[in-house]
T-cell receptor, first 115, second 113 residues
Framework: EAQVTQNPRYLITVTGKKLTVTCSQNMNHEYMSWYRQDPGLGLRQIYYSMNVEVTDKGDVPEGYKVSRKEKRNFPLILESPSPNQTSLYFC??????????????FGEGSWLTVV | AQSVAQPEDQVNVAEGNPLTVKCTYSVSGNPYLFWYVQYPNRGLQFLLKYITGDNLVKGSYGFEAEFNKSQTSFHLKKPSALVSDSALYFCAVRATGANNLFFGTGTRLTVIP
């Protein structure tokens, strides 16, 4: 089954404790991305990657890092989480991205709470 | 720059009645428009998209949307609502000059039995 898988789905952590949210897709997509969803703000893009070793900032990259060492994986790293990073995070993938009209497919989401 | 407006935070409709979830947009160039649905505790599921061609686009679960260039709108519609359609709906547009989707703030649809 074609899917985008992210883990963990739910996490409560403390301020400053580094954490990684993993994301994997099995569709051989070149494009992957991370979004955060906050009430009243919709979804906002954090980072995206057009292919292996190619990453770029989205609209809200501060406080986040990503890496794309393999085509299928795109982990999101919070080096020193703060309470304002409490949010619902979505990983997404697409064949080559929306510039060419391709659909973006989303994972199930990861609820992150930073206390 | 681009923008997406979903003017209604909440839409209530009786089961069996037609439903409409509104979306207007502003973007440079040709708009690529998308609708997604989010069920409770689930990710976003793709419903339909308009890239080019017919202004009436049909998608999953009986939903359709009409692209109206003059009104810069892309309203989501369904002829007969089901209770199971109750969810959060997002309209999105391809961001100007970027390989990214720009989302509206979402509309919560409640279908009343």
């Amino acid at each position: 089954e074609a899917q985008v898988t992210q883990n963990p789905r739910y996490l409560i952590t403390v301020t400053g404790k580094k954490l990684t949210v993993t994301c994997s897709q099995n569709m051989n997509h070149e494009y992957m991305s991370w979004y955060r969803q906050d009430p009243g703000l919709g979804l906002r893009q954090i980072y995206y990657s057009m292919n292996v070793e190619v990453t770029d900032k989205g609209d809200v990259p501060e406080g986040y890092k990503v890496s794309r060492k393999e085509k299928r994986n795109f982990p999101l790293i919070l080096e020193s989480p703060s309470p304002n990073q409490t949010s619902l995070y979505f990983c997404a993938s697409s064949l080559t991205g929306v510039l060419s009209g391709n659909t973006i497919y989303f994972g199930e989401g990861s609820w992150l709470t930073v206390v | 720059a681009q923008s997406v407006a979903q003017p209604e935070d909440q839409v209530n409709v009786a089961e069996g009645n037609p439903l409409t979830v509104k979306c207007t947009y502003s973007v440079s160039g040709n708009p690529y428009l998308f609708w997604y649905v989010q069920y409770p505790n689930r990710g976003l599921q793709f419903l339909l998209k308009y890239i080019t061609g017919d202004n009436l686009v049909k998608g999953s679960y009986g939903f359709e949307a009409e692209f109206n260039k003059s009104q810069t709108s892309f309203h989501l519609k369904k002829p007969s609502a089901l209770v199971s359609d109750s969810a959060l709906y997002f309209c999105a547009v391809r961001a100007t000059g970027a390989n990214n989707l720009f989302f509206g703030t979402g509309t919560r649809l409640t279908v009343i039995p």
